[in-house]
């Protein structure tokens, strides 16, 4: 037996689906392969091999060589030397290898199984399958299991996938089996009122993303995702904007942002099983957390994020409040200015300053007798926001606002005439006390 096999020219597929030109060498310590095009060299260590599997491709065969932490998809591989790689293997890994026969013609039916680290979608014959470790999300919807893979913006491949499973059963072991099953929470908030996406929520922590888990969907969000947090007050509620990007999709519609909305003078007590690890990568961490709830929440995401959350500052109405009620078309709302942004809730809509155009007031000089409102017109460079119903002792507040924060404004001046109408009105009434003394005199 050779010290070293060579297989040259074969083609590894990375997490893009791009083909990276490689040569592989087997040795009895472990395996190298050589990236053709940039001189890179990946070293795979003997004990770190997990499984090492053979497929018949469309021309050619392929190999799937599983490691602790990462999956090698290898093309190209001639089949003179699928005897000699099954036969090192065996002798210098201790792997049972062999070619895994593959359903080519039945495949539009089959059950799901689970291999090791697999989801498997077969008849007696494999037809694919899916590693467990690349599995960010899973829900069920109706009769459907929806699994959603992680991806990055330039990604082009598949992102989610819906199996027709009747089993309720099936969405709960597969959670528990998949990646998110295998990360350790280490503090989780139970049936938060999501405004959108609407309904509640558990949002569970761990050490690199946050796990939102509906009833029907479940979202991992990154926090290298999460762009900006936003806390704004009411009287009785806090609403907190979480803006992330890449969105997240429910259903048909993807989401920039979500909105939390919680209750005041709510108080949970949550604890945190600290170790060495977390201890060293977050120091500030508390094993004990007590107070309202959405101030836990708010210290526990400033944490994870390293983001300071954003609060409104500086704008007040005559009322000293931090919002407007508005109305967008039929949708009635809150408009809240902050430093550097106008936001309208509920429906989340965020309007940057750099990217406001122009602001534009209609009605502001119409009589206090005709209207006791007035509308504003907020122009980006991409749409326009007609937001009607605002009352009309705001108008010096929202002018100061938009003025120190150098955004454009223009004010619409309506003459204040009289139409004929009214001025025919006015005449009727001013004639009928002399018509009533006529009367009396008579």
């Known amino acids: 037996m050779e010290d070293v096999i060579s297989l040259d020219n074969l083609f590894l597929l990375n997490t893009n689906n791009d083909d990276e030109n490689i040569n592989l060498r087997l040795a009895d ?28 491709g469309t021309r050619l ?10 999956i090698f998809n290898i093309n190209n591989i001639l089949e003179e030397k699928i005897e000699e790689i099954k036969k090192v293997c065996g002798h210098w890994y201790s792997i049972n290898v062999y070619v895994k ?40 919807v109706k009769n459907e299991a929806v699994l959603g893979f992680d991806c990055d913006k330039e990604f082009d ?33 139970e049936t ?16 690199n993303y946050i796990r939102v888990l509906g009833r029907t969907y479940e979202h991992k969000v990154l926090y290298s995702s999460i762009k900006r947090i936003v806390v704004l007050e009411q009287e009785k509620v806090v609403n907190i904007i979480i803006n992330v990007d890449p969105s997240i999709k429910q259903g048909q519609t993807r989401y920039n942002f979500i909105n939390l909305l919680f209750e005041k ?74 430093a550097d942004a106008v936001i309208f809730l509920p429906k989340v809509i965020y309007m940057p300053h750099r990217e406001i155009r122009l602001v534009e007031f209609y009605r502001v000089d119409v009589s206090v007798m005709t209207s006791k409102s007035f509308d504003m017109k907020i122009i980006t460079y991409d749409t326009a926001y007609l937001f009607s119903s605002i009352d009309k002792d705001e108008f010096g507040a929202l002018e100061k606002y938009f003025s120190d924060c150098n955004v454009e404004i223009r004010v619409e001046i309506v003459e204040n005439e009289i139409p004929p109408e009214e001025e025919d009105d006015t005449t009727e009434i001013e004639e009928e006390p002399s018509v009533e003394a006529d009367e009396s005199d008579v």
Do not use: W
Request: hydrophobic content about 35%; some cysteine; proline content about 2%.
């Open 29 to 56: 310590k472990g395996m190298a392969m050589k990236n053709l095009d940039s001189g890179a060299i990946t070293t795979i260590k003997k004990d770190d091999i997990h499984r090492i599997e053979l497929y018949r």
């Open 192 to 207: 938060l009122n999501n405004v959108s996406p609407r309904g509640k929520s558990d949002y569970i922590f761990s050490e």
């Open 101 to 140: 026969p593959l359903e080519i013609v039945d495949t539009t039916k089959g059950k799901v199984t689970f291999s090791d680290d697999y989801l498997e979608y077969r008849t007696d014959k494999l037809i694919f399958d899916v590693s467990l470790k690349d599995i960010v999300s899973v829900c069920s």
């Open 265 to 338: 003078g709510i108080v949970e007590d949550f604890e945190v099983e600290l170790d060495d690890d977390l201890r060293s990568k977050y120091p500030t961490l508390k094993e004990k957390y007590t107070g309202e709830l959405h101030e836990t929440f708010i210290e526990i995401i400033e944490l994870f994020t390293r983001q300071k959350v954003q609060v409104s500052e500086g704008f007040k109405t005559k009322a000293n409040q931090i919002f407007l009620s508005c109305a967008l078309r039929a949708l009635e709302g809150l408009l809240f200015p902050i």
């Open 157 to 189: 491949g598949v992102i989610e996938m819906r199996l027709g499973v009747p089993d309720e059963n099936f969405v709960k072991n597969l959670r528990e089996r998949s990646e998110i099953g295998q990360v350790k929470s280490i503090i989780a908030f």
């Open 61 to 70: 065969y392929s190999m799937r060589i599983t490691t602790k932490t990462k």
